[in-house]
């Protein structure tokens, strides 16, 4: 069977591509902070799917977790998605400085670690791929996350081109860029988001298949959903000031 390595995948858009993958038949490698809801999560699609869920406790914002993880995506690891990540409760001069290394830590250093252990071993094989979790964030102005985010999005772009012609396009980099999704990633920042309407928000299974789906055609960025297809459309058409001051404070009301 092949192997997924899932980072951040007890919940949210990780837990998604853990329930998914393993019903396509891939054996998982689970990694996240918390050791039991690692351990109910991996039990649970073991149980229904029939699949070896392997766990790694590890944090991604210490250099250790950090080793450990790249330790093991040097192995058989098929499919990496890079999904961790967080939000910051206020904007830049409200956050600790030491929040937002963390930040920077597990949505870039992390992101480019993995990939780059887990590429070797994919294009030895002639097959794989790796998706890095970005944000429609990264088209516009959110601070440090959204610079976090449009640096994963130039990063995969990069790397895709660099490795396109070694792999005939069997091993794959993209970005996947969700808009605002249900999961628990407002509520962990301390974020007010009463005031944003249905329609903006999409579903978790629904953006996984998306960007399985773009990534077995070969696409370098996903962004699930005809609505923020638009919006990330307008934001390249759109003065860059106006952007700024559109984007800077919709869905950023903290509790």
Same mark, same amino acid.
């Given at each position: 069977?092949?192997t997924?390595?899932?980072t951040?995948?007890?919940?949210g858009?990780?837990?998604a591509?853990a329930?998914r993958?393993a019903?396509?038949?891939?054996?998982?490698?689970?990694? =996240?902070?918390?050791?039991?809801?690692?351990?109910r #999560? $991996? &039990?649970?699609? *073991?149980? /229904?799917?029939g @699949?070896?869920?392997?766990?790694l406790? =590890?944090?991604?914002?210490a250099?250790?977790g950090l #080793? $450990? &993880?790249?330790? *093991?995506? /040097?192995g058989? @690891?098929?499919?990496?998605?890079?999904?961790a990540?967080?939000g910051?409760?206020?904007?830049f001069?409200d956050?600790?400085?030491?929040?937002?290394?963390?930040?920077?830590k597990?949505?870039?250093?992390a992101v480019?670690?993995?990939?780059?252990?887990?590429?070797?071993?994919m294009?030895?094989r002639?097959r794989?791929?790796?998706?890095?979790?970005?944000?429609?964030a990264a088209?516009?102005?959110?601070?440090?996350?959204g610079?976090s985010?449009a640096?994963?999005?130039?990063f995969?772009?990069?790397v895709a081109a660099?490795?396109?012609?070694?792999?005939g396009g069997r091993?794959?980099?993209m970005?996947l860029?969700?808009g605002?999704?249900?999961?628990?990633f407002?509520?962990?920042?301390?974020?007010?988001?009463?005031?944003?309407?249905?329609?903006?928000?999409?579903?978790?299974?629904?953006v996984?298949d998306a960007g399985?789906?773009?990534?077995r055609?070969?696409?370098?960025v996903?962004?699930p959903?005809a609505?923020?297809?638009?919006?990330v459309g307008l934001?390249?058409?759109?003065?860059?000031g106006?952007?700024?001051?559109l984007?800077?404070?919709?869905g950023?009301r903290y509790d």
């Amino acid at each position: 069977m092949p192997t997924a390595f899932i980072t951040g995948a007890t919940a949210g858009i990780g837990a998604a591509f853990a329930r998914r993958l393993a019903s396509d038949g891939f054996d998982l490698v689970h990694l =996240a902070r918390d050791t039991a809801r690692l351990d109910r #999560a $991996a &039990a649970d699609l *073991r149980d /229904r799917y029939g @699949v070896r869920a392997e766990t790694l406790t =590890a944090d991604l914002a210490a250099e250790d977790g950090l #080793a $450990a &993880a790249e330790e *093991r995506v /040097r192995g058989d @690891v098929d499919l990496l998605v890079n999904n961790a990540g967080f939000g910051n409760k206020g904007v830049f001069l409200d956050v600790p400085v030491t929040d937002e290394l963390a930040m920077l830590k597990v949505h870039c250093e992390a992101v480019l670690r993995l990939t780059h252990a887990a590429l070797p071993g994919m294009l030895e094989r002639g097959r794989g791929g790796v998706v890095n979790v970005s944000s429609v964030a990264a088209f516009a102005t959110r601070g440090t996350y959204g610079a976090s985010k449009a640096w994963v999005v130039s990063f995969s772009q990069g790397v895709a081109a660099d490795i396109a012609s070694r792999s005939g396009g069997r091993v794959r980099v993209m970005a996947l860029c969700p808009g605002f999704v249900h999961t628990e990633f407002h509520e962990r920042a301390q974020m007010d988001m009463s005031d944003l309407p249905e329609f903006m928000w999409l579903d978790k299974d629904a953006v996984v298949d998306a960007g399985l789906r773009d990534l077995r055609r070969g696409a370098r960025v996903s962004v699930p959903g005809a609505q923020y297809k638009a919006i990330v459309g307008l934001t390249r058409l759109l003065p860059q000031g106006l952007v700024a001051r559109l984007s800077s404070t919709r869905g950023r009301r903290y509790d």
